[in-house]
């Protein structure tokens, strides 16, 4: 999981039991170049990547515990919550 332009980039491995989840994350795209899912960076975005991700990893913590951790915010930027 990285965060690039102002989009999480996640690289979920095929097949995976991630990948229909992945799919459903609002403004979700697949870019075939880069070959990962991008979906646009947002409180609600992260919350839900964090979710998605926590039940994937949670097996995993003792390996990579950074699995779990927060998504570092870019420099410069501050995110707000945008009303439904």
């Known amino acids: 999981m990285t965060l690039s332009d102002g989009e999480i980039h996640l690289h979920v491995p095929y097949p995976s039991p991630l990948l229909g989840r992945v799919r459903a994350l609002p403004?979700?795209?697949?870019?075939?170049g880069l070959r990962v899912w991008r979906v646009p960076d947002s409180a609600a975005?992260?919350?839900?990547?964090?979710n998605l991700?926590?039940?994937?990893?949670?097996?995993?913590?003792?390996?990579?515990p950074e699995a779990l951790a927060p998504i570092p915010e870019a420099p410069?930027?501050?995110?707000?919550?945008?009303?439904a």
């Open 27 to 32: 403004g979700g795209r697949w870019d075939p």
């Open 45 to 50: 975005t992260r919350q839900a990547v964090r």
């Open 53 to 64: 991700l926590g039940a994937e990893a949670a097996g995993r913590a003792r390996e990579a």
């Open 76 to 83: 410069g930027r501050a995110h707000t919550a945008h009303p």
